[in-house]
């Protein structure tokens, strides 16, 4: 695999020369083209992100794949990308045609006092009843393209798809839902800034929830005769969870239901049950391909999103691979330039190797901690260097209203500091930025010259094995 020479990258001049030589499209796509699976995880700052933009837009040009589908953490990383970037001064017919598609989340500002009713259906898993019910009741129809924006109509002939990853967390199935509403067969899906390495894969589902469901599939099978022969599949599949002498495990592969026999049966389950309503149809379509056990009254299964038939490419920054190969039980995953470590000369790392900002010390201490950091700020403003503040998300507000108090006082000027501030604002050199542990993938600090983080952050022990074992059965604790 390309990049499995050893290498350490030191100085500004041999990272330049490792981007220019190592970090191509051409041996990216060579990677893929020997595993189908590539594990990017260079350190922050080497250019993933760079990368994985030449990736899509040289193959938005080329033949090699039928679609492109690039999944990310956030919303601010996909507003970065220049191929999303370049659909903002185009019309709405012209952005209609451009190759580019933009799935979006449900716009909860324009649908005002349907808000709850949506959050309702949201929470039973009745979305596509969530469109045809309250979409046209809603007075902000009108130029609103999302409920129409996940339809074949919209998304055939694109060659790259957006979203956020959000998308995989909720229906682990999009993958293929995206396959069959395109009809690509050759998909290359990017994941920049995995979020699916951490989210919690451990999924249950208690027999009262599937009891109400196959109580909703058989009424419609007794409605729907012509439907019988997807729903008997159905069927036999709810009654195989019920029954405690039958294995879990022998659950097959389920046929897709399409959007009409969704919509009727969420309609009549809603009708029939109300909020305690939930449609199984996205957790039982992935359940066949997840590892599953049998609870006392549960079904316990291991969620993971369905990635396989497509090449894939995952970004996350230090992720090891056997860790990665694990979350995604994913054997054949590779490292992309494995061989190279990075060690900036240029780097100066200072660690006080104290308790001072743990958690359960920091509000304490903060005066302290915080008096130093405004110091070392104006420090490096001296130089005219910036400084990004990092801190635990439940500190965030204190912190940033301290450490301005600070600012002020040493400095005289009127500096704000500011918790997760727009891009546009950070351009101003006396906006001290703060951003919490967990942020990813946002790039617009990377001409910022240092990372001040104010309090550590320390995973539990329990915490650490949880996370260990959420891919594994009872009997398989590590």
């Known amino acids: 695999m390309s990049g499995a020479r050893c290498m350490h990258i030191q100085t500004p001049t041999e990272l330049e020369e490792f981007r220019k030589n190592d970090l191509t499209v051409d041996a990216l796509q060579r990677a893929l083209d020997v595993s189908g699976a590539v594990l990017v995880a260079l350190p922050v700052g080497v250019g993933k992100t760079h990368l994985l933009d030449r990736f899509v837009e040289h193959h938005r040009h080329a033949d090699r794949y039928d679609l492109l589908l690039y999944l990310t953490s956030q919303r601010a990383i996909i507003n970065e990308r220049p191929w999303v970037q370049a659909m903002s001064g185009l019309s709405g017919a012209a952005a209609k045609k451009y190759d580019v598609a933009v799935l979006q989340g449900r716009p ?14 949201e929470a039973a898993s009745c979305g596509l009843l969530g469109r045809q019910q309250l979409c046209p009741t809603c007075p902000n129809e009108r130029g609103c393209d999302w409920p129409e924006q996940f339809t074949k109509a919209r998304l055939c002939g694109k060659r790259v798809i957006v979203a956020t990853q959000a998308q995989l967390a909720a229906v682990p199935t999009f993958v293929l839902k995206v396959k069959l509403k395109t009809g690509a067969q050759r ?13 919690r894969l451990r999924a249950r589902l208690d027999f009262a929830t599937v009891e ?24 036999d599949a709810h009654e195989l969870l019920l029954d405690p002498l039958q294995d879990p495990g022998d659950l097959q592969p389920l046929p897709w239901l399409d959007n009409a026999l969704v919509a009727e049966l969420q309609e009549r389950g809603y009708a029939r049950f109300g909020n305690r309503f939930r449609f199984l149809g996205f ?62 000369v240029n780097s100066e790392v200072y660690n006080i190797r104290a308790g001072l900002g743990a958690a359960c010390h920091f509000r304490k201490n903060s005066p302290q901690i915080l008096f130093t950091v405004a110091q070392l ?22 912190v940033a209203a301290l450490l301005q108090n600070y600012l002020r006082e040493i400095t005289g000027k009127k500096y704000r500091v500011m918790a ?36 550590s952050y320390n995973a539990r022990e329990d915490v650490l094995t949880a996370y260990v074992n959420d891919g594994h ?6």
């Open 283 to 344: 957790e039982m379509a992935s359940l066949a391909f997840s590892r599953r056990w049998r609870g006392s009254d549960t079904i316990e299964f291991v969620r993971r999103p369905l990635l396989r038939g497509t090449d894939y490419v995952i970004a996350a920054a230090d992720v090891p691979l056997e860790l990665a190969r694990h979350r995604l039980d994913e054997p054949g995953l590779q490292q992309f330039c494995s061989g190279v470590t990075f060690a900036n």
């Open 212 to 235: 109400q469901s196959l109580a909703v599939f058989e009424e419609i099978h007794q409605l729907r005769p012509r439907r019988r022969t997807a729903l008997d599949r159905w069927l």
């Open 187 to 199: 998909i290359a899906v990017i994941l920049d800034e995995a979020t699916v390495l951490d989210t």
């Open 377 to 398: 700020v104006d420090k490096l403003a001296a130089e005219n260097k910036r400084a990004v503040i990092i801190t635990k998300k439940k500190f965030a507000l204190e």
């Open 473 to 478: 059965r009872p009997d398989e604790q590590v």
């Open 108 to 121: 909860r500002h324009r649908c005002g006092s349907l808000d709850a009713a949506w959050a309702e259906y």
């Open 420 to 455: 997760n501030a727009a891009a546009k604002k950070i351009t101003d050199p006396l906006i001290v930025p703060v951003i919490t542990y967990g942020v990813q993938g946002v790039n617009v600090y990377e001409n910022f010259d240092a990372a001040l983080a104010v309090n």
